[in-house]
C-alpha cells in the first residue's frame, strides 16, 4: 500500500536535486544577451531576467522600415535577444545541468532519511508553524474570504507601463520581456535619432521601474496568503490556540 507521506518525501527529495542542478546553469548564463530585428534597425539589450536594459534605433532606419513598423521591430529585436540566450544555455549551461539532473527518483528510504519532516502533515510544504501566533479565528477568516474573492476575479497580469515625458513613445513589459513598444509614427518619421532613442530610453526606464513596483505588489500579496495559510496550520496543529485574544 502506498505512503502519501513517503511519497511526497521522496518527491521533495528529488526536486531538490533537480533545482541544484538548475542552479548549475546560474553562472553560465550570459549577464546580457543583445538581438536585432531582421532589418537591424533595432538592437535590444536584454539584462539577466531577459528585461531589456536598452533599446537603441539604428542612424538611418527610415531607409529600412516604416514608421508603423518600428515598435514591432522593437519587440522582434527583444525576442531575438532572448532566442540569442536561449542558443546559449543549450550549447553550455544546458550540458551541465543535463549532466547534474538525477536520473531517477530517489528510493523510499533515502528520500525518508532526508526528509526533515517525521509526521504526515502539510508542515512538510510551510515548514515549522509551532512559533505562529494566529490571530482570532473571525480576523482570519474574513481574510481568507477576501483571498477567495479575489482569487475568483480575473487574473491581472504582472506588467511595467511608461512613456516618455511627452507621451511620444510607450512601452509596456512583463516578467517575460518586451510586451510593446509604441512610438508616435508621426513624431517619429519626423524626430531625429538622436531624440527617437533618448524618449526610447526614457520610457522604458520608467516601465522598468513600474514593473518593479507592479512584482513587488505581487509578492506582497503572495506573502499574505502564505502567512494565512501558516496561521491557518497553526490552528490545526495546536487548536488552543483558538483561545488566544
Do not use: Y
Request: hydrophobic share 45%; proline share 6%; aromatic share 2%.
Amino acid at each position: 500500500m502506498n505512503d502519501p507521506l513517503r511519497d511526497l518525501q521522496q518527491m521533495s527529495a528529488f526536486l531538490g536535486e533537480l533545482t541544484d542542478a538548475l542552479a548549475v546553469t546560474r553562472d553560465i548564463l550570459p549577464q546580457r544577451s543583445e538581438g536585432t530585428d531582421r532589418t537591424r534597425s533595432v538592437t535590444v539589450v536584454l539584462d539577466p531576467d531577459d528585461l531589456p536594459l536598452s533599446i537603441v534605433v539604428a542612424a538611418g532606419w527610415q531607409q529600412r522600415l516604416s514608421p508603423d513598423a518600428l515598435g514591432g521591430a522593437a519587440v522582434e529585436a527583444g525576442q531575438a535577444a532572448a532566442v540569442n540566450r536561449l542558443s546559449v544555455w543549450q550549447q553550455d549551461a544546458g550540458q551541465a545541468a543535463w549532466e547534474a539532473v538525477p536520473d531517477r527518483l530517489p528510493d523510499h528510504d533515502a528520500a525518508a532519511a532526508t526528509a526533515t519532516a517525521t509526521t504526515p502533515d502539510l508542515t512538510l510544504l510551510v515548514g515549522d508553524v509551532s512559533q505562529v501566533s494566529p490571530r482570532p479565528l473571525e480576523v482570519l477568516a474574513e481574510d481568507v474570504l477576501t483571498a477567495l474573492d479575489r482569487a475568483g476575479a480575473p487574473s491581472v497580469p504582472v506588467q511595467g507601463r511608461g512613456c516618455d515625458e511627452a507621451g511620444r513613445v510607450s512601452v509596456v513589459l512583463s516578467r517575460g520581456g518586451l510586451i510593446s513598444c509604441e512610438p508616435d509614427q508621426r513624431w517619429a518619421a519626423a524626430a531625429g535619432t538622436a531624440a527617437l532613442n533618448h524618449a526610447l530610453a526614457a520610457a522604458l526606464s520608467k516601465a522598468r521601474t513600474d514593473l518593479a513596483a507592479a512584482v513587488r505588489s505581487a509578492k506582497e500579496e503572495a506573502a499574505g496568503t502564505d502567512r494565512m495559510l501558516r496561521e491557518a496550520l497553526a490552528l490545526l496543529v495546536d487548536p488552543s490556540k483558538l483561545r488566544n485574544p
